[in-house]
């Protein structure tokens, strides 16, 4: 009896063993089934008043205007193209003429061949009437075809340290936001498409991008 006794004991021993064995596996191959929780940063957003600080990497090369008094900083692989007085009556490309009331006129563009290539432009426009940059604000018009003010809001801003606007344009295809201060030899603004262009795939980094030249502008001569 002594005996049995003590292979009862023993047997059970080693099923205890051998389930605790086999709780302990379960437990490490739940844990290496259970996915660890990644903590991913939110992208940055364009804020109203460009407040982010330093110089975006990508913005490499530099233009300056000395005869309206300004610069700004662009990325080195796009290219810019510099307005010049229309000739004739041909269609032309508008980055390409100075329109109406403009006085100089800089497109950045995006090489890369994608869907929607990144695009900055700065416009230099007449003052004749002396306007503050709230009383142009307030009287910015940007008309359709069919006479619909396309500008849905406007807001005061800082740009390039000094009293500025920001209003947003409702385009064919995107929203634009256009930027604007007093230069002395007129009104200076900055456009580029909204942070939440759908037809853009990379709508994300072409705001930062946006952003980082907006707070790279500067003016190199005195305001009015």
Do not use: C
Not at 15 to 32: E, H, K, P, T, Y
Not at 170 to 199: K, V, W
Request: charged share 25%; net charge negative.
């Amino acid at each position: 009896m002594k005996r049995e006794g003590a292979w009862i004991f023993k047997v059970a021993a080693a099923v205890a063993v051998l389930i605790g064995l086999m709780f302990s596996i379960r437990i490490i191959s739940s844990l290496a089934r259970t996915p660890v929780p990644v903590q991913e940063s939110s992208p940055a957003s364009l804020s109203d008043s460009f407040a982010e600080t330093g110089i975006h990497p990508r913005l490499a090369s530099e233009y300056r205007n000395d005869s309206f008094g300004y610069s700004i900083r662009y990325p080195e692989d796009w290219t810019l193209v510099e307005a010049v007085t229309r000739l004739d009556t041909n269609a032309e490309w508008g980055g390409a003429i100075l329109l109406e009331s403009e006085l100089q006129k800089v497109t950045f563009q995006e090489q890369s061949g994608g869907i929607w290539p990144g695009e900055f432009q700065v416009r230099v426009l007449s003052n004749p009437e002396k306007l503050t940059i709230d009383s142009w604000t307030r009287a910015l018009r940007v008309r359709d075809v069919s006479g619909d003010d396309l500008v849905t809001e406007t807001s005061s801003i800082a740009l390039a340290g000094r009293s500025g606007s920001r209003a947003v344009i409702m385009l064919f295809d995107h929203m634009e936001i256009q930027l604007a201060t007093e230069i002395p030899r007129g009104i200076i603004t900055l456009s580029f498409a909204d942070g939440d262009n759908a037809n853009d795939p990379l709508a994300r980094e072409h705001a930062r991008l946006y952003a980082a030249m907006a707070e790279s502008f500067k003016l190199t001569r005195p305001g009015p």
